[in-house]
């Protein structure tokens, strides 16, 4: 292995922990020392890397952004909003089951980090953002004008994270299987009022 994919694994690993930590653990109760004993590595490949842990939390908003984007695109190509929700919740469920699922990654952190750490935490609205385009883009694609589906978004996306923070702090299933019922039901009941 050549001494540049070497470290670019290094840097990746430490990415990935991160992200594990920061999501699970919370980006305050996460010090450098927990990253590089989860990666494996020494203190030199993290300042190889990284000037701080502020630089590394940016990187983690783009390795979320990577992984969540494409796993919900992927999960929305060619389906409707309902079949969207409840492809998406059912794993999001199984996650749980496992626990392995502890909330949307961006919410958790950027919450966290919203108020102390704000040039950091704008990375993390801005990824939120665009998962809002790829529900806005289902709803177009499942019958929704334009203007109907900008204004309905807001909605859906505000009750998916709601439930999504409700199952971090209760640690309840119950709660994601209520986002995928009032995920469907308001839109439901929107096309009803719009028909």
Not at 8 to 30: D, H, M, P, R, V
Not at 36 to 53: I, N, R
Not at 115 to 131: C, D, G, K, N, Q
Not at 164 to 170: A, D, E, G, N, Q
Request: aromatic share 12%; with cysteine; charged share 25%.
């Amino acid at each position: 292995m050549k001494k540049g994919e070497k470290g670019e694994q290094s840097k990746s690993k430490l990415i990935a922990c991160a992200a594990q930590l920061f999501w699970k653990n919370g980006y305050n109760s996460t010090g450098i020392n927990d990253i590089l004993a989860e990666a494996h590595l020494p203190k030199g490949s993290f300042y190889f890397h990284f000037a701080s842990k502020k630089d590394l939390a940016v990187a983690v908003t783009a390795y979320y952004e990577d992984k969540i984007n494409q796993w919900l695109e992927q999960t929305a190509l060619g389906k409707d909003w309902e079949t969207f929700v409840s492809d998406f919740s059912e794993t999001m469920l199984r996650g749980a089951e496992q626990e392995q699922h502890f909330g949307c990654p961006f919410a958790v952190i950027g919450l966290e980090i919203a108020f102390t750490e704000p040039e950091i935490a704008v990375h993390y609205a801005e990824s939120m953002s665009r998962l809002k385009k790829i529900f806005q883009s289902v709803l177009l694609r499942s019958g929704l004008l334009e203007e109907n589906a900008s204004m309905l978004v807001d909605r859906l996306f505000a009750t998916y994270e709601g439930h999504l923070l409700l199952y971090r702090i209760s640690k309840d299933i119950a709660a994601l299987q209520t986002m995928r019922t009032d995920l469907i039901g308001i839109f439901k009941d929107h096309l009803k009022a719009n028909s």
